[in-house]
């Protein structure tokens, strides 16, 4: 039930920075940051080189996304409730599921589309979710946590609530807070 879902529009062009490290001496490595591709690099390497790096990355990095796990469809559906009810339907993304986050809750790679809530809020009340997933949709417009931001995420009543109990559960209730859960 993917309805909003498409595809990657090729070339796929994101913002470069390119870090160049005085520690790296051979490898390169790539990764996606709030909708910017950083390539780290030896500070050593040649322009040409780092160019034909940007390239190798951007197409790693694609490849990725667009193996990125299917919706979830009952996380998908109830994502499309909220964009319906607090953004007036008019954010789009390619693919929301389920994922390992380590510590995070959740996150969102703006350019690309792709959402991602840790599995552990799986186990979490409906009311607390809804927040994660409405945190990350304001992702879609708002890659920062900048005041325009926090008004569009304010549009979910239970805000304050929902931060209050994952803050509960990040410090100190057990490791991982398996009390709250």
């Given at each position: 039930?993917?309805?909003?879902?498409?595809?990657?529009?090729?070339?796929?062009?994101?913002?470069?920075?390119?870090?160049?490290s005085?520690?790296?001496?051979?490898?390169?490595?790539a990764?996606?940051?709030?909708?910017?591709?950083?390539v780290?690099?030896?500070?050593?390497?040649?322009?040409?080189?780092?160019?034909?790096?940007?390239?190798?990355?951007?197409?790693?990095?694609?490849?990725?996304?667009?193996?990125?796990?299917?919706?979830?469809?009952?996380l998908?559906?109830?994502?499309?409730?909220?964009?319906?009810r607090?953004?007036?339907?008019?954010?789009?993304?390619?693919?929301?599921a389920?994922?390992?986050?380590?510590?995070?809750?959740?996150?969102?790679?703006?350019?690309?589309?792709?959402?991602?809530i840790?599995?552990?809020?799986?186990?979490?009340?409906?009311?607390?979710?809804?927040?994660l997933?409405?945190?990350?949709?304001?992702?879609?417009e708002?890659?920062?946590?900048?005041?325009?931001?926090?008004?569009?995420?304010?549009?979910?009543?239970?805000?304050?609530?929902?931060?209050?109990?994952?803050?509960?559960?990040?410090?100190?209730?057990g490791?991982?807070?398996?009390?709250?859960?």
């Open positions: 039930m993917a309805t909003q879902a498409r595809e990657l529009d090729p070339p796929w062009q994101p913002p470069v920075r390119v870090i160049g005085r520690r790296r001496r051979r490898t390169v490595q990764r996606l940051r709030s909708g910017v591709l950083e780290l690099v030896p500070e050593s390497m040649p322009y040409r080189e780092r160019e034909r790096w940007i390239e190798v990355m951007r197409g790693r990095i694609e490849r990725q996304l667009q193996r990125a796990q299917p919706s979830d469809d009952r998908d559906e109830r994502a499309r409730q909220l964009n319906r607090h953004f007036g339907s008019r954010l789009r993304w390619n693919s929301i389920y994922a390992e986050q380590g510590r995070r809750w959740g996150s969102c790679t703006y350019t690309a589309g792709v959402i991602r840790s599995s552990r809020a799986a186990r979490l009340p409906a009311w607390v979710l809804d927040y997933l409405v945190h990350e949709l304001a992702h879609l708002h890659a920062d946590h900048g005041p325009a931001f926090w008004e569009l995420v304010m549009r979910y009543p239970l805000t304050e609530r929902a931060r209050g109990y994952l803050m509960a559960i990040d410090h100190g209730f490791e991982g807070g398996e009390e709250l859960m």
